[in-house]
C-alpha cells in the first residue's frame, strides 16, 4: 500500500484527507440539519458546541490536503478525457473553493465579532468591545448558505460515484478507497 498517490490510484493520505473530511463535513451537516429540524435541544446543543471546532478542524485539513494535492500533483489518477474529465474538475475545484471560502467566512466573523473564538480552547482571536460590521455582515449572510451549496456539491459528487460504479463501471471508487 502506498502511502503517496500513483497514476493507477490515490495513497493512503489522500484517502484518509477525503475519507476524514467526509466524515467531518457529515457531522457538520447533521448539527445544522438537526437544528433546523428540532430548534434547541439538548442533542442539538451538542452538535452545534461542535460546529466552529470541526469546521476549525475542517480548514486545517482542507489547507494540508490542498497543499499535498500540490506535491503529488504529477503522479495522481487522471481525470477523463474531453467534456467529462473537464466536468470533472470543475466540480472538484467548486468543491475545494466552497470548502475554503465556507471556513475562511466564519473565521473573519469570528475575528470581527465580540466573543473571544477559541476552538478546542486554543485561543485564536479575543473578543472585540464593538463588532466590526464590515467583517461579520458578509460571513452572516453567506458562510450557512454556501454551506449549504457545499452540501448540493456533495450530493453530486455522490451522484458522479454512482454513476461511475454501476453505469460506467470504470474503478473510481476503488482508486479512493484503496482496493487498487
Given at each position: ?59 486545517a485539513l ?57 476552538p478546542f ?6 473578543g472585540r ?52
Open positions: 500500500m502506498h502511502w503517496r498517490d500513483t497514476h493507477t490510484g490515490y495513497g493512503l493520505v489522500t484517502r484518509a484527507l477525503h475519507w476524514g473530511m467526509a466524515a467531518l463535513i457529515l457531522w457538520q451537516f447533521v448539527g445544522m440539519g438537526l437544528r433546523l429540524l428540532l430548534g434547541r435541544t439538548p442533542l442539538v446543543s451538542f452538535f452545534v458546541g461542535t460546529h466552529a471546532p470541526v469546521g476549525t478542524l475542517l480548514f482542507i489547507l494540508l490536503r490542498g497543499c499535498w494535492a500540490l506535491a503529488n500533483r504529477g503522479r495522481r489518477p487522471s481525470h477523463s478525457a474531453g467534456l467529462v474529465g473537464m466536468a470533472a474538475q470543475a466540480g472538484h475545484g467548486l468543491l475545494y473553493l466552497m470548502m475554503l471560502a465556507i471556513p475562511s467566512l466564519a473565521l473573519l466573523r469570528a475575528w470581527g465579532g465580540t466573543r473571544p473564538f477559541a480552547g486554543i485561543p485564536v482571536f479575543p468591545e464593538v463588532e466590526l460590521g464590515w467583517a461579520t455582515t458578509p460571513a452572516n449572510l453567506l458562510h450557512g448558505e454556501l454551506a449549504w451549496i457545499l452540501g448540493v456539491l456533495v450530493l453530486g459528487h455522490v451522484a458522479m460515484v454512482v454513476l461511475h460504479e454501476r453505469v460506467w463501471r470504470d474503478g473510481t471508487l476503488a482508486r479512493m478507497a484503496g482496493r487498487r
